[in-house]
């Protein structure tokens, strides 16, 4: 008997069990007052009540535990994504962005402030939303972009096998660009001189990877600027589209 059948029969045995120790009850108290009458007024009024019982638990009980449950995950699941940035997004948001040839257009709008509300957020992702990256070539860049990927790969790895992932598509999306284009860069040898096709395949693996990346990043400044107020601020000083970025706080 597998886990599915047993678990089909123990809820069969439990319903039963109830069902005879109800009509158990209400036989012993047939037998000791003999007043089938009031047995049925009580009878019709816990009926009676039986839809607004259910109401109050699926609908009220349920919601409210369905909506805690959901909280905890989404927090469960930031601190996967906090864990991937700190290892791998914020520098690959700094190689990638030394491919896109027009960065200056959207790099103004993402140097986070300490007092930014959700509209300077809004205002952020629109302008990411909109913007038309241009990947160039630059090979030593490239090689540089491959060794670093490769070093993270078996993070990249352990991250694609986190079910509880699945729940936030497009953070898997953004995991799966840069998994590909970790394997392209993994199965070259040579990346000088790359033929035509080859050159506009990997930067549109970038473009795709770069995209992706940059929403995610931006999503995720959002969340610690609501919920970890002494992390956003590492974030900030660290973030890897300010040139002059550092660390240390100053005065």
């Given at each position: 008997?597998?886990?599915?059948?047993?678990?089909?029969?123990?809820?069969?045995?439990?319903?039963?069990?109830?069902?005879?120790?109800?009509?158990?009850?209400?036989?012993?108290?047939?037998?000791?007052?003999?007043?089938?009458?009031?047995?049925?007024?009580?009878?019709?009024?816990?009926?009676?009540?039986?839809?607004?019982?259910?109401?109050?638990?699926?609908?009220?009980?349920?919601?409210?535990?369905?909506?805690?449950?959901?909280?905890?995950?989404?927090?469960?699941?930031?601190m996967v994504i906090g864990t991937f940035f700190s290892e791998v997004g914020s520098e690959l948001l700094?190689?990638?962005?030394?491919?896109?040839?027009n960065c200056n257009d959207i790099r103004e709008c993402l140097i986070l402030g300490p007092e930014w509300?959700?509209?300077?957020?809004?205002?952020?992702?629109?302008?990411?939303?909109?913007?038309?990256?241009?990947?160039?070539?630059?090979?030593?860049?490239?090689?540089?972009?491959?060794?670093?990927?490769?070093?993270?790969?078996?993070?990249?790895?352990?991250?694609?096998?986190?079910?509880?992932?699945?729940?936030?598509?497009?953070?898997?999306?953004?995991?799966?660009?840069?998994?590909?284009?970790?394997?392209?860069?993994?199965?070259?040898?040579?990346?000088?001189?790359?033929?035509?096709?080859?050159?506009?395949?990997?930067?549109?693996?970038?473009?795709?990877?770069?995209?992706?990346?940059?929403?995610?990043?931006?999503?995720?400044?959002?969340?610690?600027?609501?919920?970890?107020?002494?992390?956003?601020?590492?974030?900030?000083?660290?973030?890897?589209?300010?040139?002059?970025?550092?660390?240390?706080?100053?005065?």
């Amino acid at each position: 008997m597998n886990a599915k059948e047993f678990s089909k029969r123990f809820y069969l045995l439990i319903a039963g069990s109830l069902l005879l120790l109800s009509a158990f009850l209400y036989l012993l108290h047939y037998a000791i007052f003999s007043d089938s009458h009031h047995i049925f007024i009580y009878l019709l009024g816990d009926f009676a009540f039986l839809p607004i019982e259910v109401l109050f638990v699926t609908l009220i009980i349920d919601r409210v535990l369905e909506q805690r449950e959901k909280r905890s995950r989404m927090e469960k699941l930031n601190m996967v994504i906090g864990t991937f940035f700190s290892e791998v997004g914020s520098e690959l948001l700094a190689h990638l962005s030394s491919f896109d040839l027009n960065c200056n257009d959207i790099r103004e709008c993402l140097i986070l402030g300490p007092e930014w509300k959700l509209e300077e957020f809004d205002l952020a992702s629109q302008t990411v939303a909109e913007h038309d990256c241009m990947i160039g070539q630059s090979d030593d860049e490239l090689d540089d972009l491959r060794g670093f990927l490769l070093s993270r790969r078996p993070f990249l790895i352990t991250m694609l096998e986190n079910s509880s992932l699945l729940e936030h598509e497009t953070f898997t999306d953004l995991l799966w660009a840069v998994f590909h284009l970790t394997e392209e860069l993994k199965y070259r040898t040579m990346l000088e001189q790359l033929p035509e096709m080859d050159h506009q395949h990997i930067c549109s693996d970038i473009a795709r990877a770069y995209g992706l990346l940059v929403r995610e990043w931006l999503a995720y400044m959002r969340h610690l600027k609501s919920e970890y107020p002494y992390l956003y601020s590492l974030a900030m000083r660290t973030n890897p589209f300010n040139p002059k970025s550092s660390p240390v706080i100053e005065d």
